[in-house]
């Protein structure tokens, strides 16, 4: 069973950046990727961003060139690092083991807390 414990969300202005972090604990060794969803108000869970066990990275459409996706194997961390933030990605963000590929929709089964980001104009 894996854990998954996501931080560093909170408020910016747009245009601001955040760095999230989800430390992932239990057994993750058979994973072929983690990865990053959001769900804003009223909206489903997306998938937003994927690093697979080599190292590729996948990204949606709406934030391709402003959000990297990296992971600390040694410390199980895995991270999103967002730049020019907008408004529209105002979201709770959860991560996922093979999970949250990007262009996805997911609902059901194990998350974590997650961690809120607001982005106003």
């Known amino acids: 069973q894996v854990q998954l414990v996501e931080s560093g969300g909170g408020s910016v202005q747009a245009g601001g950046s955040l760095r999230l972090s989800c430390v992932a604990s239990?057994?993750?060794?058979?994973?072929?990727?983690m990865g990053w969803c959001r769900q804003a108000p009223g909206k489903g869970r997306e998938g937003v961003a994927t690093i697979r066990s080599d190292g590729r990275t996948y990204y949606a459409d709406s934030v391709k060139g402003r959000f990297s996706i990296s992971q600390d194997n040694a410390n199980h961390t895995l991270y999103l690092h967002m730049n020019s933030l907008k408004p529209e990605d105002t979201a709770m963000y959860y991560c996922?083991?093979?999970?949250?590929?990007?262009?996805?929709?997911?609902?059901?089964?194990?998350w974590g807390q997650g961690t809120q980001v607001a982005v106003s104009s």
């Open positions: 996922a083991v093979d999970r949250c590929w990007p262009g996805s929709w997911y609902s059901g089964g194990y």
């Open positions: 239990g057994d993750t060794h058979s994973r072929y990727y």
